[in-house]
Antibody
Framework: QVQLVQSGAEVKKPGASVKVSCKASGYTFTSYGISWVRQAPGQGLEWMGW????????NYAQKLQGRVTMTTDTSTSTAYMELRSLRSDDTAVYYC???????????WGQGTLVTVSS | QSVLTQPPSVSGAPGQRVTISCTGS?????????VHWYQQLPGTAPKLLIYGNSNRPSGVPDRFSGSKSGTSASLAITGLQAEDEADYYC????????????FGTGTKVTVL
């Protein structure tokens, strides 16, 4: 079955970087894009960006431009999201999701909790 | 950042019908882009509920239905069940400079 499995929880200090992985299985990885979405504690969903697994093209949310980088490794069917210069308000659960059709997300990874604390 | 506006909460008794609105703008829903809906049960990842305004993925009960008109969309749940208590989010494509996709503010459905 189609599945996205993310890396484990991370604890980082302010100013550090974090890199979250998302390993896909059950489908042809390069046929779909991957989006990253985050959810701060008790808050709603925030779209972070999208990467084409076919050619590596990216599109990032304006508020994260310059701090986020999304990449893929087609040899292992894995997507990565790196966020730099972490702040306390980056504390959130980070999700990856396969992008289908004209832009719906299915399925989603299980989520990765990133805690930024001194 | 553009957002789609949803009511913070709706509630209903078991068996009742509830609806959740999702109001956008001319850069997303009003521009003709499709609306999709997700259900998020407590402590879990979101799950696709409706795609392309009104289509249900395999396995989603037909108690859930979606519609779209103008700059808004709606999700209806008929025959409300206890297991439907969750957060619901709408999502669409956005042509503004802030990014490709946008989510709704989220609605908590409570089964009384």
């Amino acid at each position: 079955q189609v599945q996205l499995v993310q890396s484990g929880a991370e604890v980082k200090k302010p100013g550090a970087s974090v890199k979250v992985s998302c390993k896909a299985s059950g489908y042809t990885f390069t046929s779909y894009g991957i989006s990253w979405v985050r959810q701060a504690p008790g808050q709603g969903l925030e779209w972070m960006g999208w990467i084409s697994a076919y050619n590596g093209n990216t599109n990032y949310a304006q508020k994260l431009q310059g701090r986020v980088t999304m990449t893929t490794d087609t040899s292992t069917s894995t997507a990565y999201m790196e966020l730099r210069s972490l702040r306390s308000d980056d504390t959130a659960v980070y999700y990856c999701a396969r992008v289908r059709g004209v832009g719906w997300f299915d399925p989603w990874g299980q989520g990765t909790l990133v805690t930024v604390s001194s | 950042q553009s957002v789609l506006t949803q009511p913070p909460s709706v509630s209903g008794a078991p068996g009742q019908r509830v609806t959740i609105s999702c109001t956008g703008s001319s850069s997303n829903i009003g521009a003709g882009y499709d609306v999709h809906w997700y259900q998020q049960l407590p402590g879990t990842a979101p799950k696709l509920l409706i795609y392309g305004n009104s289509n249900r993925p395999s396995g989603v009960p037909d108690r859930f239905s979606g519609s779209k008109s103008g700059t808004s969309a709606s999700l209806a749940i008929t025959g409300l069940q206890a297991e439907d208590e969750a957060d619901y989010y709408c999502q669409s494509y956005d042509s503004s400079l802030s990014g490709l996709y946008v989510f709704g503010t989220g609605t908590k459905v409570t089964v009384l």
